[in-house]
């Protein structure tokens, strides 16, 4: 077996190695230490934990007083849902405007006048044959025939809420800088919520106007601050994929508005009911709305950078 020779580790030799393994140590810690200016470390630390307890609650909300922080997700959803609820209204209206729900042409025919309970088929045989109205039955009117109006008040009527819309939405975009954007946003919808109530039970074409300028101040008060919350609440990488969300409420609402309107206008008896269908769709949006205007009262959340100063509203 061959003699290996062996060398004593001086003291100093020692030391150097060591040292060698602390600076390696040093290299490791700094890459995953954050270097933070004029030593500022508390900060930075705070502003990571604050971002991870973010990151982790997106679907969460928290208590704060009597009311409570929604996580920007659930505010998402919430805004999706009142975004609908509003083009469902607009169609709504359009799709109900002509003076009839049913209408009896004499294209039918006997059989398939015969089979609406608002129709009937009259006349001796040849040309004289129609289909009318069954004077027997209460017709399905829609609002134009409801309030017995032409087309021009008709259209007065379709436009209307723009008007509350236009008037109200700047002064709700500053008052928000103010008070609570979701107090305020909280009565608007509550004043919508009255708008579906009155359209319901309208005894005129004037009280209708009323109402569906009021509707108009709900909306402002929804449409103006909604968009704003999600783009400062939505981080980068979802921020399009939630506006878009949010956008596509219009067309798929005002679709929805005009099938309900013209369902329920056309199926409704308005002869047992004792009124026309078309008002029983005011009523269902407005008790769908009501639960909203509830929880927004209760909403604390305030977009990035607003005073916390700033007085609350109650509504």
């Known amino acids: 077996m061959p003699k290996v020779n062996t060398f004593p580790i001086s003291e100093s030799d020692s030391n150097v190695t060591t040292r060698r393994s602390n600076v390696s140590d040093d290299i490791e810690a700094e890459r995953d230490v954050e270097v933070v200016p004029n030593g500022d470390a508390s900060g930075s630390f705070q502003r990571c934990k604050r971002e991870e307890e973010e990151e982790q609650d997106v679907y969460c909300c928290v208590r704060e007083g009597i009311g409570f922080r929604l996580s920007p997700f659930v505010l998402l959803i919430i805004f999706i849902y009142v975004n609908l609820l509003n083009y469902i209204d607009r169609g709504l209206v359009n799709g109900v405007l002509p003076k009839y729900c049913v209408n009896c042409p004499d294209r039918l025919g006997a059989a398939s ?163 026309a269908g078309w008002r029983v769709a005011f009523s269902l949006e407005g008790f769908a709305m009501l639960p909203v205007c509830c929880l927004t009262a209760l909403v604390t959340n305030r977009l990035k950078g607003a005073e916390s100063s700033s007085p609350p509203l109650d509504p």
Do not use: H
Not at 177 to 182: E, L, R, V
Not at 217 to 232: H, N, T, Y
């Open 113 to 275: 006048c015969n089979a609406s309970r608002s129709c009937s088929w009259e006349g001796g045989g040849g040309d004289n044959e129609t289909c009318g109205f069954n004077p027997d039955v209460r017709p399905q009117l829609g609002i134009g025939g409801s309030f017995d109006i032409e087309e021009t008040a008709q259209g007065v009527l379709a436009g209307a809420f723009m008007g509350g819309y236009c008037i109200f939405s700047p002064v709700i975009a500053y008052l928000s800088t103010i008070y609570s954007p979701f107090s305020l946003m909280s009565i608007g919808l509550s004043a919508w919520v009255v708008a579906a109530s009155l359209g319901a039970i309208a005894p005129t074409y004037e009280v209708m106007i009323v109402a569906r300028v009021l509707s108009g101040l709900g909306e402002a008060s929804f449409q103006c601050l909604a968009p704003c919350f999600i783009d400062d609440s939505a981080s980068p990488a979802v921020k399009g994929k939630w506006l878009a969300a949010f956008f596509m409420a219009v067309p798929i609402g005002q679709a929805l508005g005009y099938v309900l309107g013209g369902v329920l206008c056309a199926s409704l008896d308005a002869d047992r009911l004792g009124f």
